[in-house]
Each structure stands twice: as structure tokens, then as C-alpha cells.
């Protein structure tokens, strides 16, 4: 192995910590527009009258829109491919405002500074329509979410997914202990350093040119071209660096506007949000409250379990719709639970609609049964590593939701092998403490999915090419988020091809040119692409060598690729460099090599952390001391970047555990944390030491026996923190973030 398991720097790393990179809103496009808009002060108002007199008066300002001047049909932003059956609530510019900071209307001017400016001058006059807030209230709103004509009624639920395995009853009948908990989760914002922005072009040819920070450049086309009721020909979508997204950026939440404002001026505009908008405008991580219900034997065996899931999607569907089945497609995976009951239901608030945010649902769906787990340990007076061992799924195991084979499960190993490296038994004895610091460990386990099989079109297709100069040619439909993406993707091609990661020059992700591909979601990159360029990569070392038989005078199966070059054992060679040359020399084509792969399954990928706190019974406050997640990735294929998505999972998720809210004001349905001095976030000064422990026991189906990490690196974390924090207190919080108010009160 000369990429695998390998510590490669970014392959764009130095382009970045350059400023080399140009981002989205740095791009110098000739005759770019300016885009600002006016978004709604109430949370559910009708747009009576706008007057855009004043706006229109001032020097610079090319046009203002509204929702009399443009499309009145709906959309969804969440579809990642055309035809995609989604409920459509969405406009550009509605006649009714949803919640605080929906979109009513857009000044497009020739700077960013004269459109704020104009957009300040529009007059708005509102006629306020009653509130809905509380999820639980949402609920007496009831109806179909559709009328016969597809029209949306914003009634609820939106969704309601009902789940029954085996015998409830009868577990719970034959239980030793019946544990109860109600969990709720907050809604958090992603706080990716770059905000949202986009640039559309009309091209001579008539069609539009949207670049775009996106997740799926396909998905951007089919919401645009769903929005702007257009030929997705007609639209073309390449992939902008991107400054970040966990999940936030992967709506196009701007194209559809910045391609109509581009399509009707007929020149370039974008649309860029500030700090402030990016939060109360775009998406948030659903809150959800959960009811569990455990019933378990004498001896830790789970013999049923009943849960009820309130998911608070916000203002619009976007995708959740899908977060309730999403939720129980995880929750089913991890222990073995022969009896089991689900109900999850999605609803409208008139408040910031949710999306996809890192894990999409793992993390609520995992924090409430992670906790209630917790608080079933306690009552039976059982160490909770033991507990969860009892109950975890193993290798081969199959889930009761859709009867899919869990791969190589090594979740024991996770806890087992993470258990003796935190040394788990000896801090459990040393106990809690006295006084005014308290000490406590707590644990949890997790799983994630690898990509969309069986659901969706989930296969990518991946070209290879050699070029004049010997290095290679990617061209697939890539996403990186910078996260490092890229890096692994070119290492798996490298591996095949006796190259350097920084040999392969990756295509970016452009409609025009790559394949179709569901693009960076459902933690399928590595496994998923990761797979169909591995196979690509032998396809083409094949053809390399061939070509390289009349250079080398052997047979074909003599030959090997080595440190860019073909080899013989005799030790001759020729580098890719000179045979791309004397190949172009006599006219011959290079050798490429192109592979579809579609997934035949969708193993899990499995975690378990070890949290210890220290809490301040005086000022309610906590500080997590210690970490260390012990993941089940089958194989890293880059370690450094595997620990550096760890760890950026436990910093996402101490912040849930603890601080982060956007904090929905319930009387007026303002959101309080709306800028990075109102939403706490767990900063460099509040992380605790992290150790991570790889379980490296490869998964059959897996490039190079690879699974997912990215989303599954944060699932557990807020469940560890808590259990943590309930140890070291004697209590049972359920409530998260923990803030200090909430510590103090359940202190009495």
C-alpha cells in the first residue's frame, strides 16, 4: 500500500492556508449585480401591499422583487434529482411570510452596498395571522399537508411514520423493569465559517450558469429548474469551494432566486447573506421531543421498546418529511431488540424551517435512546458499557426495518477495546466526589448508515484518464466540503494507480461534465464513490499496462504500476509521464477507463465515546474533562483526517449537549441566538483532551474495506456528555443543552 492508511495532507491545503482558494463570494465576475432583501419582522403575516417607490429611486438600483413580479408556483428545495415526489410549500417571494426572517422581498442593484441600502427604504404593511410556536401545539392544527391540487395547507402532521416489530406488549408484559424517559433536543445552527452565497450567469447559448457552494450540483439544477419551471438542460451547475456546510448548504436556498433575478436583468447577480440572515433565514437542525419506553429483563436484555418521536420541521417541508423514517432507519441498527414499536410524526411551526444538518435525526434519535439506555442501567444497577453489550447488534446481523445485513458490526469492539482505553471500570469506582465540584463518566453507543441503498438511485459513476503530463484525471461528481473529501477520494485512486494523491487532478463537480450523482449526503462518499473510483482505478491500471506492453517488450500480467511508472522485474520501466508522451507521439489515444457502481448494501458504521465532566454545583456550569470516541470505520484511509472529522464531531456535539440553541422565543417566535455573540458554540477553551481509538476490521463491501465517519463522528456525544453529567450528580436530566439554569434547577 503506498496511499492507504496513509497521513496525506489536503491535496488543496496549501491553496487554502494561502488564500490561494477563491470562494463564492470572492469571485470577480464582469457586470455582477447585488442582491439585498427585505425578510419578514412578524412570524406569520400576510404581505399586504409593499411599496418599492423609494427603493426604485435610488441610483444603482436595477430592479426589486416581490411576490406579485415573480413565480407564483411552488417548489421544494430539498429534491436532489427531477421527478423527485416532495411536498412543494415553497416560493420565492410568498404572499404569506412562514416565521421571522422568511424572504418578502429583493432589491438587485449594482453593488451589495446600494442594495441593503434600497432594500431598508422598501415599506411593507402586514396584516398578522396567529402564531404556532410549540410542536405540541401544532399538533391541534390538523389536516392533510395537501389539498387534491397539490396546493400546501400547512396543516399537520406533515408526516407520520408508524412502525410495529413483533409483540410489543408481550415484551413489556414478560419485563422485569419498564423504563420511561422524555428526551428533547434543541435546534442548533450549522456555523460554517462561510455564509451563504451564489452567483448566476446567463450564458450566450441561453441557458444559466449557477456556481454554487453546494452538496449536489444535480440537486441545485432540479430545485432550480422546479422553481423556475424550466428544462434542466437549460440550467448548468459546477461546484464552488466550498467554507464549510455539515448538512446546511445542501438546499439550494438562494439559486432559485439568483437565477431568475440573472434570467430576468440578463446579467450576472448574486446573492450573498450575512451572519445574521444565514441563521434566521436559512436552515436549522430539527428539535425533537422523545418518548421512550424500555422494557428490559433481569439481567440487561431489551425484550421491547416503545418510542414516540415530535420532530419540529419549521416553517417549510424541505426534507422533513423524511427525518421521522430517517430516524427510525437509525435507531433500528444498533441493539438487538426483538419487539419494538415506533411512531414518528413531523410538524409545522411558524419558526426557521429545519434541513439536513450532520447525521440527519441520528443525533436526536440516538441522544433520546442513548439517555433512557442510561437511565435503565441506573435502576438495574448495571454498569452501562455492560448494559449496551448485552443488546449490541454483531457482524451479519440483519435490521427488522428493512432487512438489510449490518456488515461488519464491531460496535462490541467499540465499547469493549474504548472501555479498557479510557479505563471506564476504574473512574466508574472512584465515584462522583463531594462538595462543590462533582465528577462523573458517562458513555454511548451509536450507528450510521453508508449511503442510500436500497432507497434512492444510489449508484455513482467515476472516469479515469491518463493525461500528457502523467498524472490523472478525475472526473466524477465530487463535494468536498472541506472536510478532505477530495484528499481520500484521489488517495483510493492513487492506490490503484501506483500514484500520489496529489497526482490525481480532481474535475470539479459540474452538471456539463460529470455523470449523475446524489452528491455529499448520507455519508456515502467514501463508500459509495469511494468504491465506483477504486474500480475505475484498477479498470484503468489494466489499460495503462496494456498500453505499456510494446514500451516494455512483456506480457501485461509481467507489469505493475509503482511511483508513477509501469515496472518490470527486471527492473525496467517507463514513467506514466514518458509513455503518455510517446503514446500522444504516434497519435494513440490515452488510456481512460470509466465505472458505474451501484450499491448492493448499506453497512453500518458503529461508535462508541467516553465522556468525563466536571460540574460546578455552585454556578451549574460543566466542563468536559476528558474524551475519547472509539470508531468502527473498517479501514481509515487516511487516519489524520478520520481524527480530524472525530474531532470535530465531539466539538459539535458538546455544544449540544450544553450550549448550543438558537432559542425560539415562545411568545414571539424570534430566535434569540441569532448571531455568533448570542449562540454559544463549545469554543477551543472549553474542549476537553480527545483521544480516538480506530477499529480497524475492514468491511467486505468497502473500498479497501472503508466505511463512513464523517456524520456518525458526532451521534454519540451529546448522549456520552449527558450520561456524564447525570453520573456525577445523581440525577436525571433529559432536557438538553444542560445550561447552568437547568443544572441548578434539577439540584433543587
Known sequence: MNQISCRVPLIDGVEKVTGAVRFTADMDVDGLLHCGLVFSPRPHTRIAYVNAHAALAVEGVRAVFWHENTPAHHYNSSIWFAGQGALRDERMFAPVARHIGDRVAAVVADTEEIARYAARLIAVEYIDLPAIFAPEAALTHAGHAVREDDVPTFRNPVADEVFVHGNPEAGFAAADLIVEARIATPRSHHCAIETHACIARPEPDGRILLLSPCQSVFAVQAVVAQALKLPQEKIRVVKTPIGGSFGGKAEPILDPLCAFFALTLGRPVMVRYNRHETFTATRTRSSVTGWMRIGLSSDGRILARDTEALVDIGAYCTGGNYLPSSMLQRLVRLYDVPTERYRGRAVYTNTTPSGAFRGYGSPQIHTVAEITLDIAARRLKMDPVALRLINLLGPGAIEP????????????????????????????????????????????????????????????????????????????ALHDLGCGA??????????????????????????????????????????????AIRRAGAALGISI????????????????????????????????????????????????????????????????????????????????????????????????????????????????????????????????????????????????RMRVLLIEEGEPTGPFGAKAVGEIATIPVAAAVVNAVNDALGIELTDLPLSPERILASMG
Open 401 to 476: 426495518l428493512q432487512g438489510l445485513d449490518v456488515g461488519n458490526a464491531r460496535g462490541r469492539d467499540c465499547l469493549m477495546r474504548g472501555a479498557a482505553a479510557f479505563d471506564w471500570s476504574a473512574r466508574r469506582q472512584t465515584g462522583a466526589g463531594a462538595g462543590r465540584w462533582r465528577r462523573g463518566v458517562g458513555v454511548a453507543a451509536a450507528t450510521h448508515i453508508n449511503g442510500c441503498y436500497p432507497g434512492f438511485h444510489e449508484e455513482t459513476t467515476a472516469t479515469l484518464r491518463l493525461l500528457p503530463s502523467g498524472r490523472v484525471e478525475l472526473v466524477c
Open 486 to 531: 477530495d484528499t481520500t477520494l484521489a488517495q483510493i485512486a492513487g492506490e490503484t494507480l501506483g500514484l500520489r494523491a496529489r497526482d490525481i487532478a480532481i474535475v470539479p463537480a459540474d452538471t456539463d461534465t460529470c455523470p449523475y450523482d446524489l452528491g455529499t449526503r448520507a455519508s456515502r462518499m467514501t463508500y459509495i464513490c469511494g468504491e
Open 545 to 688: 499496462r496494456m498500453a505499456a506492453v510494446l514500451e516494455l517488450n512483456t506480457q501485461a500480467d509481467e507489469l505493475w504500476l509503482e511511483a508513477g511508472a509501469v515496472r518490470r522485474s527486471d527492473g525496467s520501466r517507463v514513467t506514466l509521464a514518458e509513455l503518455a508522451s510517446r503514446m500522444v507521439g504516434r497519435g494513440a489515444e490515452l488510456p481512460a477507463a470509466t465505472e458505474t457502481y451501484r450499491a448492493q448494501a448499506n453497512p453500518g458504521s458503529y461508535a462508541a465515546h467516553f465522556a468525563e465532566v466536571e460540574v460546578d454545583r455552585l454556578t451549574g456550569r460543566v466542563r468536559v474533562r476528558d474524551y475519547l470516541a472509539a470508531h468502527d470505520v473498517g479501514r481509515a484511509i487516511n487516519p489524520m483526517l478520520v481524527e480530524g472529522q472525530i474531532h470535530g464531531g465531539i466539538q459539535i456535539g458538546i455544544g449540544y449537549a450544553l450550549y448550543e440553541d438558537v432559542a425560539v422565543d415562545p411568545v414571539t417566535g424570534r430566535m434569540r441566538g441569532d448571531s455568533f455573540s448570542r449562540y454559544t458554540l463549545a469554543n477551543a477553551s472549553e474542549m476537553p
